[in-house]
T-cell receptor, first 114, second 113 residues
Framework: QQQVKQSPQSLIVQKGGISIINCAYE??????FPWYQQFPGKGPALLIA?????SEKKEGRFTISFNKSAKQFSLHIMDSQPGDSATYFC?????????????FGKGTLLTVNP | ETGVTQSPTHLIKTRGQQVTLRCSSQ?????VSWYQQALGQGPQFIFQ???????GRGNFPPRFSGLQFPNYSSELNVNALELDDSALYLC????????????FGEGSRLTVL
């Protein structure tokens, strides 16, 4: 049973455009939703995270939007750059910021063309 | 500050063999988690070690086992290897079992023939 569903599988965006990646979850006990960025040959790295008491969190060009009633959250990358080309994973866990037993989506391969 | 280091980076085994993967946690981190990342998939939680004790386990059979040492480094052992065990095995360390950011290593790529 896949508890976190991520879409699209791949995404191609022009430089300067907006990249949008969506995730949906099933377990209403999840209360921490991080996004990870993974470059080829590297391990995932935490990009940004949100808790369900807020509907949006912004850090630089990266924004998480969270819809608790729909059980969905999304990552928006503004002014996308070629250096943003990577695989992005959404994840979820229980425990209010806990890193214990993260459940990951399947990932989105983002390509930003120059 | 030294990050999470894993060894070996790549290895090839045959079905039925056993493998040991090693992880050195980031300086000062007392918790190590192991994840399996199959090709084209997201990482899946195997287990977590906190102060040398297993602190939770994902949906993996008992032939996946681990250890954590007093210096917080860790090993992942897999017995009776199966073809489906072919994956990238990621180690992540953190300061505390339930708080803080996970810092991942670059992984050990295991191929089972």
């Amino acid at each position: 049973q896949q508890q976190v569903k991520q879409s699209p599988q791949s995404l191609i965006v022009q430089k300067g455009g907006i990249s949008i990646i969506n995730c949906a979850y099933e377990n209403t006990a999840f209360d921490y939703f991080p996004w990870y960025q993974q470059f080829p040959g590297k391990g995932p790295a935490l990009l940004i995270a949100i808790r369900p008491d807020v509907s949006e969190k912004k850090e630089g060009r990266f924004t998480i939007s969270f819809n608790k009633s729909a059980k969905q959250f999304s990552l928006h990358i503004m002014d996308s750059q070629p250096g943003d080309s990577a695989t992005y994973f959404c994840a979820a866990s229980i425990g209010g910021g806990s890193n214990y037993k993260l459940t990951f989506g399947k990932g989105t391969l983002l390509t930003v063309n120059p | 500050e030294t990050g999470v280091t894993q060894s070996p980076t790549h290895l090839i085994k045959t079905r039925g063999q056993q493998v040991t993967l090693r992880c050195s946690s980031q300086s000062g981190h007392n918790t190590v988690s192991w994840y399996q990342q199959a090709l084209g998939q997201g990482p899946q939680f195997i287990f977590q070690y906190y102060r040398e004790e297993e602190n939770g386990r994902g949906n993996f059979p008992p032939r996946f086992s681990g250890l954590q040492f007093p210096n917080y480094s860790s090993e992942l052992n897999v017995n009776a290897l199966e073809l489906d065990d072919s994956a990238l095995y990621l180690c992540a360390s953190s300061l505390g079992r339930n708080t803080g950011e996970l810092f991942f290593g670059e992984g050990s790529r295991l191929t089972v023939l």
